[in-house]
Nanobody
Framework: QVQLEESGGGLVQPGGSLRLSCAAS????????IGWFRQAPGKEREGVAV????????NYADSVKGRFTISKDNAKNTVYLQMNNLKPEDTAVYYC????????????????WGQGTQVTVSS
């Protein structure tokens, strides 16, 4: 059974950092493209970062370029999202998702989703 579990969210002040983890079970992360998405209250779910199954390709939303880094640890079967210089507008529930088909940011292209972890950026 394919499962994804996010962790690492919390409350952080503007300018702070957090590292989110996405632990996979039931498959290995080098079989799938893995994306991080976020959804703020009243807004649509948006793609934040994606890493290809081969680790050869990463992509970021313009709003997070230069601040967020996606990475993968195959030995731990985990994908990470390092978030630096956080801003209040980064506040959202963050989800990781797995896809066999796409490295894009369309949520419809992803087949498996975690439950999400809350990130709140506030002073």
């Amino acid at each position: 059974q394919v499962q994804l579990e996010e962790s690492g969210g919390g409350l952080v002040q503007p300018g702070g950092s957090l590292r989110l983890s996405c632990a996979a079970s039931g498959f290995t992360v080098d079989w799938f493209h893995i994306g991080w998405f976020r959804q703020a209250p009243g807004k649509e779910r948006e793609g934040v970062a994606v890493i290809s199954s081969s680790n050869s390709f990463t992509n970021y939303a313009d709003s997070v370029k230069g601040r967020f880094t996606i990475s993968k640890d195959n030995a731990k079967n985990t994908v990470y999202l390092q978030m630096n210089n956080l801003k209040p507008e980064d506040t959202a529930v963050y989800y990781c998702a797995a896809s066999l088909r796409t490295t894009g940011f369309d949520p419809d292209g992803y087949d498996y989703w975690g439950q999400g972890t809350q990130v709140t950026v506030s002073s």
